[in-house]
C-alpha cells in the first residue's frame, strides 16, 4: 500500500513559477514509477508527466513540454513537477500517482492516487 500526500498548489500569475512535490508513504517508494496527471473544471482528467523508477525516463504531455519538469528524489520518498511559465490554461487540481509498471501515461495505469493539490493561474 502507499500513501500520496501532494502539496505545493496555490494561487500565482501568468508567467509565474510552483514548484509541487508527492510524498509517498511506505519503503518500497523506488519500486513504482510515479506520474503527474491535472484536472481542470468541467474537465477529464488529464496526463501532464511520468517517470521511471530511477529518473532515467521521463514523458511530458505536449501541452507542457519545455515549461515543466519532473524529477524524484527516493531517498526523500517524493516525487516533484517544476511548473514555469505557468499560463491561465494551467488551473486545475493536480493529482500524483503511482504505478508498478515500468512507466505509464495512462490513467488506469495508475495503482494509487493522491487527493489533490490545486493550482490557480490568473492572467
Known amino acids: 500500500q502507499v500513501q500520496l500526500v501532494e502539496s505545493g498548489g496555490g494561487l500565482v500569475q501568468a508567467g509565474g513559477s510552483l514548484r509541487l512535490s508527492c510524498a509517498a508513504s511506505?519503503?518500497?517508494?523506488?519500486?513504482?514509477?510515479m506520474g503527474w496527471f491535472r484536472q481542470a473544471p468541467g474537465k477529464e482528467r488529464e496526463f501532464i508527466a511520468a517517470?521511471?523508477?530511477?529518473?532515467?525516463?521521463?514523458y511530458y504531455a505536449d501541452s507542457v513540454q519545455g515549461r515543466f519538469t519532473i524529477s524524484r528524489v527516493n531517498a526523500k520518498n517524493t516525487v516533484y513537477l517544476q511548473m514555469n511559465s505557468l499560463k491561465p490554461e494551467d488551473t486545475a487540481v493536480y493529482y500524483c500517482?503511482?504505478?508498478?509498471?515500468?512507466?505509464?501515461?495512462?490513467?488506469?495505469?495508475?495503482?494509487?492516487w493522491g487527493k489533490g493539490t490545486l493550482v490557480t493561474v490568473s492572467s
Open positions: 511506505g519503503r518500497t517508494f523506488s519500486s513504482y514509477s
Open positions: 500517482a503511482a504505478t508498478s509498471r515500468s512507466i505509464s501515461l495512462v490513467i488506469r495505469d495508475m495503482d494509487y
Open positions: 517517470i521511471n523508477w530511477n529518473g532515467g525516463n521521463t
